[in-house]
């Protein structure tokens, strides 16, 4: 196989999340309110994949970072790769 035709992806992921902090409310001057504070954290799991060669890309949230969601994005990745030009090892 010649190097022109080997397709090379880059792939990472990432966990973005936010915590709710709205903890100051308006209240009477002097007075201060007790108020539950957010405990629990919202996060999602960002797969991105890059073919430097062809610039074509490759994403996909998830809800959770596990076995399945990895396949799921090779399976992704290997949809967007001619048939010819799939190298595994």
């Known amino acids: 196989m010649k190097p022109e ?50 610039g074509t890309t490759a994403a996909l949230v998830m809800p959770s970072v596990n076995k399945e969601a990895m396949l799921l994005h090779l399976r992704q990745i290997s949809k967007e790769t001619p048939k010819a030009g799939m190298l595994w090892w």
Do not use: M, N
């Open 5 to 54: 035709h080997v397709d090379i992806w880059f792939q990472d992921e990432s966990r973005i999340g936010q915590q709710g902090s709205l903890t100051r409310v308006w209240h009477e001057k002097g007075k201060r309110p007790r108020i539950i504070r957010q405990q629990q954290f919202e996060y999602a799991y960002i797969f991105g994949a890059v073919c430097l060669r062809t």
